[in-house]
Nanobody
Framework: QVQLVESGGGLVQAGGSRRLSCAASGRMFSSYVMGWFRQAPGKERELVARIMWSGDNTYYADSVKGRFTISLDNAKNTVYLQMNSLKPEDTAVYYC?????????WGKGTLVTVSS
């Protein structure tokens, strides 16, 4: 069983930065795929970025490429999402996800609001 707890959300002005953290508890394997998703009001949840627990194979959605960076600290069992040059359209609840085969875990989310 894996539990994920996100933190770091809040209100930020357009053009600003924010770093989200996802603390994972439980046994993590290098094959886990860690992802950050987001869901804006009235929209479907979408993948923002993902990384293997081994640190390999990062992926970014086109909408955040060049602005967001996903990283992890295995010693702290934590995944980060550094968000720069934030835009109002980045406003959403951001969710951390861990997936390994049929195993699929979600955090409860953290709200990021970007004001114009």
């Amino acid at each position: 069983q894996v539990q994920l707890v996100e933190s770091g959300g809040g209100l930020v002005q357009a053009g600003g930065s924010r770093r989200l953290s996802c603390a994972a508890s439980g046994r993590m394997f290098s094959s886990y795929v860690m992802g950050w998703f987001r869901q804006a009001p009235g929209k479907e949840r979408e993948l923002v970025a993902r990384i293997m627990w081994s640190g390999d194979n990062t992926y970014y959605a086109d909408s955040v490429k060049g602005r967001f960076t996903i990283s992890l600290d295995n010693a702290k069992n934590t995944v980060y999402l550094q968000m720069n040059s934030l835009k109002p359209e980045d406003t959403a609840v951001y969710y951390c996800n861990a997936r390994l085969g049929l195993l699929n875990y979600w955090g409860k989310g953290t709200l990021v609001t970007v004001s114009s």
